[in-house]
C-alpha cells in the first residue's frame, strides 16, 4: 500500500497568515493527489484534485502543487473559516489512503 | 444538487451484521463509481471500499475484505455496504462518496451514518 504522510500534525497561525502543508507518498503516484478540508461533525470537503486543480466553488486562496512524490497545500491569506482539519489523499491505487491529516488552530 | 444520504448505522455486537444504504440523487448515478470512506472516533480517515458504475468492479481495504460486500442497485439509485464479522475497530462514521472519472477523488460526500460496534 502506499503511504501518505503529512505534516505538519498540527499547525497555529493567525488570520492573514499564509500556511503551507506538505503530503508525501511512499512511491510516485504522478499527480493523482487530492486535498480535503474537514471542519468538526462534517464531511470531508474536495479542494484541490490532480495536485493543482480547484474543485469548484473553492475560494482561490488554496492552491496545490506537486507531483511525483512531494505535495503541497498553501492557503495564501487565512481567513476564520479555514480553521480545520485537512487530509492528502492519493487515488493512484487502491487503497486510495489518506495522510493522518493535519489541524490547522487559531493562534 | 448532488445528495448523498446514508443510513443503517447503529450499535451492534462483536461478530454481527450490519446493512448501511447510501441514497443518491441529482446525477446519473449509474455513470459514476461510488465509495466508502470511514472515520473512527478523534481519528482520520479511511478508504473502505469502491465499486464502478455497473457493478461490476469493486475494490476493498484489506481490512474489511472478506467482511464487507458493496454493491449498487442503479435502479434504485442506492449503494450499499454489508458489513458481516463485526468488530470493535470497526466502530466508525461511514461515509459514501461520488468518484469523479480519471481522477478517482470524491467530489461529493454524504453526511455519514455511525456505526458502533459494542457488547
Known amino acids: 500500500d502506499i503511504q501518505m504522510t503529512q505534516s505538519p500534525s498540527s499547525l497555529s497561525a493567525s488570520v492573514g497568515d499564509r500556511v503551507t502543508i506538505t503530503c508525501r507518498a511512499s512511491?510516485?503516484?504522478?499527480?493523482?493527489l487530492n486535498w480535503y478540508q474537514q471542519k468538526p461533525g462534517k464531511a470531508p470537503k474536495l479542494l484541490i484534485y490532480a495536485a493543482s486543480s480547484l474543485q469548484s466553488g473553492v475560494p482561490s486562496r488554496f492552491s496545490g502543487s506537486g507531483s511525483g512524490t512531494d505535495f503541497t497545500l498553501t492557503i495564501s491569506s487565512l481567513q476564520p473559516e479555514d480553521f480545520a482539519t485537512y487530509y492528502c489523499q492519493q487515488s493512484y491505487i487502491t487503497p486510495y489512503t489518506f495522510g493522518q491529516g493535519t489541524k490547522l488552530e487559531i493562534k | 444538487e448532488v445528495q448523498l444520504l446514508e443510513s443503517g448505522g447503529g450499535l451492534v455486537q462483536p461478530g454481527g451484521s450490519l446493512r448501511l444504504s447510501c441514497a443518491a440523487s441529482g446525477f446519473t448515478f449509474s455513470n459514476y463509481a461510488m465509495s466508502w470512506v470511514r472515520q473512527a472516533p478523534g481519528k482520520g480517515l479511511e478508504w473502505v471500499s469502491a465499486i464502478s458504475g455497473s457493478g461490476g468492479s469493486t475494490n476493498y481495504a484489506d481490512s474489511v475484505k472478506g467482511r464487507f460486500t458493496i454493491s449498487r442497485d442503479n435502479s434504485k439509485n442506492t449503494l450499499y455496504l454489508q458489513m458481516n464479522s463485526l468488530r470493535g475497530d470497526d466502530t466508525a462514521v461511514y461515509y459514501c462518496?461520488?468518484?469523479?472519472?480519471?481522477?478517482?477523488?470524491?467530489?461529493?460526500w454524504g453526511q455519514g451514518t455511525l456505526v458502533t460496534v459494542s457488547s
Open positions: 462518496a461520488k468518484v469523479v472519472d480519471g481522477y478517482n477523488n470524491f467530489d461529493y
Open positions: 512511491q510516485s503516484i504522478s499527480t493523482y
